[in-house]
């Protein structure tokens, strides 16, 4: 994931730096933006969230990185490396993992609004189901038996 953001930011960063004026031919077909400010500040908008997911998942991949090494540290009586340290890391990793996820899919629906407004919308009204799955664990029927136990 944070390869793909960087390499979209880097894309962006090409729509926006190119010689080529992109407002012109887009100006007439964007419903909701009237003017270079508005598609300069949707493309710096998704940018940031881009940049933001790349700085969340690194510092994700750091985190886990560490906690593989305090995995395999032998246990010593004066060594901080508890389990309720490396549990507390590799947490630390997961959550950053989660919100570098968010921002991610975030910006993915996002870049349809360089085009028009209602693609936002419709990519916005497939996240929620998406992220309250992700979210929420179904409950287990009564009486079935977890597979995974037994």
Known sequence: MA????LLCSGLAVVISSTYSIE?????????????????????????????????????????????????????PMNVATPDYVTEVLEKGSMLNTVGNRLFYTALS??????????????????????????FVPPTRKGKVNEIGN
């Open 3 to 6: 390869t793909i953001s960087i």
């Open 110 to 135: 996002l870049l349809p609004w360089i085009f028009k407004p209602v693609l936002v919308f419709l990519c916005s009204i497939t996240l929620v189901p998406l992220f309250y799955n992700l979210d």
């Open 24 to 76: 012109k031919p887009l100006n007439d077909t964007i419903f909701g933006a009237h003017g270079e400010f508005m598609v300069a500040l949707k493309y710096v908008t998704i940018l940031m969230f881009f940049l933001f997911s790349f700085l969340f998942h690194s510092l994700s991949i750091i985190f886990v990185n560490q906690a593989n090494f305090l995995i395999n540290t032998p246990q010593d």
